[in-house]
């Protein structure tokens, strides 16, 4: 069980992820977002290589269009 803080909201998970797919669980996908993973921003590059342990805080910000 992966235990990950996302949004300031406890979820559990049942098997290791990578951001994206995190991502593509959350329903995310093809959407403009920002990944900060403990304090730092994951680059979208690394999105498919970074493997989320248990504990780690991420904030997931959507990006809105609009003018």
Do not use: C, W
């Amino acid at each position: 069980m992966l235990d990950l803080k996302i949004n300031g909201e406890v979820r559990q998970f049942p098997a290791a992820l990578t951001v994206t797919g995190l991502i593509d669980q959350l329903g995310y996908t093809g959407k403009r977002i920002a990944v900060e993973r403990n304090g730092e921003i994951v680059p979208k590059s690394q999105h498919a290589t970074t493997q989320l342990a248990a504990g780690d805080q991420l904030e997931i910000v959507v990006a809105v269009g609009g003018g």
